[in-house]
């Protein structure tokens, strides 16, 4: 139940409405206030809370796992690369959790009770695996924060330059917090939530994209005194177009944090301009951020730019480009299990293949606005993974971690996107997660492919069963060594209808034999005649390793083309002088059905199809995959 109290300060009411809640600030004179049962003391004023980009506020409300919350308090801390706010929430079932927001990313999280030791802050490092609570980790991000102002109601005393040493960790779909500004340390336990699906209301207004309002910061370079500005107070770094210096809109003073390009550094143009606005994957973005980082690998330099996008509720978005390939980046709240650099990733049922890891990547110019202190100079380690037309890739330092997916767009798609004048750089070679042209290709010859097959099949098929072999003829003959010299012919036969294939079959008793008949199929009406010459032979016995035998006593021979008409055989034999005995024929003259050398040939010709498109896709992996840590031997660029 609500309790309210007056402001020792100003007389106005004060409402704790979480029993938890022993701290508040006046909303009305910004008293610092301590709840004593049912006395408030006042201990001095808060300090005033940062301008930043947050579409929350005192007051919203919103849903999480069909639970109603309202947002009654909020922590404004600070880090060395910028600000994050920690939002306090009461929950209709009166349960109490937080709500983290930071670069756009939001993570719901509630205190965790945990009965072992756990480990000192200063023993951690980021990639570090911990067992905590019964569940595995991975340390993301160590920061040595501190608050810079509160406002609400909150379960503990804050003020400015209260000590937060945090650390953050991630286990699957799982989100964790050590807090260690007590003692024991805290653990919270929680999960990231997309913004859509808190269903929030009663937000601020105007906060997708805000434009450059009178908390801009509008000052002059240190370095080249160019004019500068900040649109809002959680831009932390600007980086000046003109000389390439770095400023860090965070001191009073605007000092740099890193100094102007040299004479010798080369100054690469944004291919997008910064202000750039457009609407990417349906949503609306400006250009605020553009930096170029680049690495060393085997003494060969390679560079590539990305862009800081403003997304819609206070998000950001990246663009990146390299040779001409682009990709629009989103930073991920749930991360992928690792376990190393070269082991195939799963996320999202999708499995990505390990490209490349890059020991250090350096920024190596800065223009526009950040929410970190980025400097010329800093490094990465960045580890890439495949599954096209997606990418995973995973960024760290000595004491951060974080997981990004891009997704391949063609720079048509870019320039459409911001409404370029001109046409982008066309790509060059093949990229890491570049959609594969011939994939779909590929798959439609191969289905196109199946179904001509089978349709040939059926076709011959149909008419191996419409012109199936029939018997014209079937004589006994006999050869002895006493008429060897004989011709025999035997009784006529009829072929009918169209030109057909005639085989003549033949099977002789042979028995450790052969016999040679030379035959001649005759028209008897035109006297046309087709000769062929057969030898058969028969051969067995048994020897110490058992039964053998060779040749065989069948034989046939076709005859293709014949016209109709009636036709007759000659067949005048040979028979073997070694072994002078009588040699029983059984021939037979068949119709041929349909032959199949047309469907093999159909076949060749059409699986030839296929096989270019496998091919070419085959030489297209092969590209993409030269250009990683997994390139075949010899695959590399040549010295020449």
Known sequence: MAQAASCPSCGAAVVFKSAASIFAVCEYCQSTLVRHDQALEDIGKMAALAEDRSPLQLGAEGQWEGVHFALIGRIQLKYSQGLWNEWHLLFDDMRTG????????????????????????????????????????????????????????????????????????????????????????????GAPVDFKSLKMTGLREGMPIPEVTIEAQAFRCPSCGSPLSARSKDILAVGCAACGAVVDTGDRNYQLLSKALGPKDEKYIPHLPLGSQGVLDGKPAEVIGFLVKQTKIDGIEYDWREYLLAAENGTYRWLTEYNGHWNVVDVLSRHPSHRGDATPVTYERQTYLHFSTTPSAEVIQVAGE???????????????????????????????LSWSRGTYVEPEVVRSAFKLPAPLPDPVGVYANQPNPWEATHRKTCRTFWGLAVAALLAQLWFASAAGEQQLLRQELDFSPQNAEQTQTTAPFEIKGKPRKIVVKNHANLDNNWVGLNLTLVDKNTGAAWPAVRELSYYAGRDEDGSWSEGSQDDEVVFAGIPPGTYYLAVDPDLAPEKPVPVHDTLAVETGGPGWSNFVLVLIFL??????????????????????????????????
């Open 370 to 400: 950040f929410t970190w202190r980025v400097k010329r100079g800093e490094t990465t380690r960045g580890v890439d993974y495949v599954a096209p037309p997606l990418m995973l890739s995973l960024e760290s330092t000595s004491n951060e």
């Open 98 to 189: 937080w709500l983290s927001e930071a670069g756009g990313e939001y993570v719901v999280s509630f205190l965790h009770p945990v009965q072992e030791p756990l480990p000192a802050f200063a023993g951690l490092e980021a990639g570090q695996r911990l067992t905590i609570a019964g569940r595995p980790w991975t340390v993301t991000d160590i920061e040595d924060a501190e608050c810079v102002a509160g406002q609400g109601e909150l379960p503990f005393k804050v003020g400015p330059g209260y000590k937060a040493p945090v650390v953050d960790l991630r286990g699957g779909e799982h989100f964790a917090t050590l807090d260690y500004s007590e003692e024991p340390p805290l653990l919270f336990v």
């Open 607 to 640: 699986v030839l199809f296929p096989l270019f498109s496998r091919l070419r896709r085959g030489a297209f992996e092969a590209s993409r995959w030269a250009e990683s840590d997994h390139a075949p031997a010899g695959s590399g660029d040549s010295d020449d």
